[in-house]
C-alpha cells in the first residue's frame, strides 16, 4: 500500500531534550516536506527536499533540522525543543514539481508536545 | 505571509445541501490545490486545478478558478454527514519552481444529518 508513515504518533517531551521525528514514503517520491499545523495558522512549511542531499527552507525553519540521506526517509530533528514547538507535525511527499506543486501525500501526523 | 485565505472558516449545512467554500491568494500561482481534513489526520488531496484551467470537476467536487480575481470556489454538492471536514486550498507561486506549498487555514465544514 502506498503511504507515508510517521514515527511517534504522539510524543511528550521536556524543554531542550533533543528528538527525532521519522518520515518514510515508499512511493519512490522525490519531493519530500515537513508542515506544521496550529490553531488559527493552518499548515505552515518546515523544511522540504527536492531529492537526496538536496533541502532548503520553508517558512517555518528556527529550530529545526532535516536530512535525507535515503530517497525515502526525510526525519525531522527538534535539537533543543521549546514549548512554542507543541504543534501537529505532517510529513508530506510527492512527485518532483514540473510545472507547479503537484499533489501532497500526506502521513498521519505526530502530536507533539514540550513542556 | 498567507497566501490562500479561505472562506467561511466554518460552515454548517444539512445533508443534501450544497457547500460553498472560497478560497483568496495574493500571488500570481502555477496551480491551486484542494484537500481535505479530518479531525487531527492527514490531510487528503481532493482536487488540482491548473492557472489556465477556469474549471474542474470530480465527482461530487466542483471547482472554478478565477485568476483575474486570484480566487477559488470549491462546491460539494448533495453533501453527506461523511464530507464534515476541514477543507484547505494551497497555492504555489508562479515563480517559485521548487514545488512549495502554501495553505490557508481552512475551512470547517459541518453536515447535519
Known amino acids: 500500500e502506498a503511504q507515508v508513515t510517521q514515527n511517534p504518533r504522539y510524543l511528550i517531551t521536556v524543554t531542550g531534550k533533543k528528538l527525532t521525528v521519522t518520515c518514510s514514503q515508499n512511493m519512490n517520491h522525490e519531493y519530500m516536506s515537513w508542515y506544521r499545523q496550529d490553531p488559527g495558522l493552518g499548515l505552515r512549511q518546515i523544511y522540504y527536499s527536492m531529492n537526496v542531499e538536496v533541502t532548503d527552507k520553508g517558512d517555518v525553519p528556527e529550530g529545526y533540522k532535516v536530512s535525507r540521506k535515503e530517497k525515502r526517509n526525510f526525519p525531522l530533528i527538534l535539537e533543543s525543543p521549546s514549548p512554542n514547538q507543541t504543534s501537529l507535525y505532517f510529513c508530506?511527499?510527492?512527485?518532483?514539481?514540473?510545472?507547479?506543486?503537484?499533489?501532497?501525500?500526506f502521513g498521519p501526523g505526530t502530536r507533539l508536545t514540550v513542556t | 505571509s498567507q497566501q490562500g485565505e479561505e472562506d467561511p472558516q466554518a460552515l454548517s449545512i444539512q445533508e443534501g445541501e450544497n457547500a460553498t467554500m472560497n478560497c483568496s491568494y495574493k500571488?500570481?500561482?502555477?496551480?491551486l490545490q484542494w484537500y481535505r481534513q479530518n479531525s487531527g489526520r492527514g490531510l487528503v488531496h481532493l482536487i488540482l486545478?491548473?492557472?489556465?484551467?477556469r474549471e474542474k470537476h470530480s465527482g461530487r467536487l466542483r471547482v472554478t478558478l478565477d485568476t483575474s480575481k486570484k480566487s477559488s470556489s470549491l462546491l460539494i454538492t448533495a453533501s453527506r454527514a461523511a464530507d464534515t471536514a476541514s477543507y484547505f486550498c494551497a497555492t504555489d507561486r508562479y515563480y517559485n519552481q521548487g514545488g512549495k506549498l502554501i495553505f490557508g487555514q481552512g475551512t470547517e465544514l459541518s453536515v447535519k444529518p
Open positions: 500571488t500570481s500561482i502555477n496551480n
Open positions: 486545478i491548473r492557472s489556465n484551467e
Open positions: 508530506a511527499s510527492s512527485f518532483l514539481p514540473l510545472a507547479g506543486a503537484p499533489e501532497q501525500y
